[in-house]
């Protein structure tokens, strides 16, 4: 998959040279909420998730079927997705904050971190998540709904508290962050 954020999605498979579109199609309900996409999830299910300028689209790859998350928010602006549990989504809004996703309603529960300009969501390990935002690095601690300023200093002992673009980890515990 490959979002390309105003164009919609463009999917290819490797043992294929076809590369498929896939965009938001007008009073459509079974198509991409919108083209502006932000962050694609696959989850343990394999059900693809859509993070967009105007919610979260999520296809059900074993139906072929498009279902939104409806939401009454002002701004609908999501940018970041994170599998917490099996039918469990985290999904950051930009204004907002962090909201919980049920799978099997399809719905934002309540608002589970009120911190606003969430740019990004990664599994830190089995219980907790870094969060990205404008602001620095946080940890959001999901089993105790308590979030936690991450100080990020580098080797010259400079705090460092900007813009969160990227999360990224490896296998040997390290994580980068840009």
């Known amino acids: 998959w490959v ?5 919609g999605l463009s ?12 965009t938001h199609q007008v009073n459509n309900p079974n198509s991409l909420g919108n083209d502006n996409v932000n962050k694609i999830l696959e989850d343990s299910k394999g059900d693809i998730w859509f993070a967009t300028d105007n919610g979260i689209s999520c296809y059900f790859s074993r139906t072929g079927k498009w ?6 928010l002002s701004c609908k ?3 970041s997705l994170c599998e917490i549990s099996p039918g469990k989504i985290c999904a950051g ?16 529960g309540s608002r ?3 911190i606003p300009f969430v740019n ?9 998540i870094w969060v990205g935002t404008d602001a620095g ?20 002992n400079i705090q460092i508290d900007r813009t969160v673009s990227a999360i990224s980890g490896d296998k040997e515990g390290r994580v980068w962050i840009a």
């Open 3 to 7: 979002a390309t954020y105003t164009g």
């Open 11 to 22: 999917f290819f498979d490797w043992k294929s040279p076809l590369i498929n579109q896939i």
């Open 67 to 72: 279902r939104h998350v409806a939401s009454d």
């Open 77 to 79: 602006q999501y940018t």
């Open 93 to 108: 809004n930009y204004m907002h904050g962090l909201f919980i996703i049920s799978k099997d309603k399809m719905k934002t």
């Open 112 to 114: 589970y971190a009120d």
């Open 120 to 128: 990004v969501l990664l599994r830190k390990d089995a219980d907790n």
């Open 137 to 156: 690095v946080y940890i959001y601690y999901p089993a105790r709904e308590i979030f936690a300023p991450f100080n990020l200093q580098s080797k010259e």
